[in-house]
């Protein structure tokens, strides 16, 4: 069992910058793929970003690709997602997951925070 919790969300004007940061506790945090969603008002829940448990391997949805950037530091049970170039269409809630494999799909995913929310005004 892993506990997660986000941090670092707020309100940001569209082209600004933030860094969310998911903290882990509970075992194995290493062996876990790590993801972030998020979910807007009267949205679906989208996937952002994964990683996998060694770090090697990065996803990223065409959304966010090149403003934002997931890392991991297995020693701190932590990870990031630096995002950069805002847009308001980023606004959401940002949740952390821990799963077996760094994929788009929610379901692979069985630990998950409770979000913290992201703000982009225009």
């Known amino acids: 069992q892993v506990q997660l919790v986000e941090s670092g969300g707020g309100l940001v004007q569209a082209g600004g910058s933030l860094r969310l940061s998911c903290a882990a506790s509970?075992?194995?945090?290493?062996?876990?793929?790590m993801g972030w969603f998020r979910q807007a008002p009267g949205k679906e829940r989208e996937f952002v970003a994964a990683i996998s448990a060694s770090g090697g391997i990065r996803v990223y949805a065409d959304s966010v690709q090149g403003r934002f950037t997931i890392s991991r530091d297995n020693a701190k049970n932590t990870v990031s997602l630096q995002m950069i170039s805002l847009k308001p269409e980023d606004t959401g809630v940002y949740c952390c997951?821990?799963?077996?494999?760094?994929?788009?799909?929610?379901?692979?995913?069985?630990?998950w925070g409770q979000g913290t929310q992201v703000t982009v005004s225009s």
């Open positions: 997951a821990a799963g077996f494999v760094a994929t788009m799909a929610s379901k692979p995913y069985p630990h």
């Open positions: 509970g075992r194995a945090f290493s062996s876990y793929a």
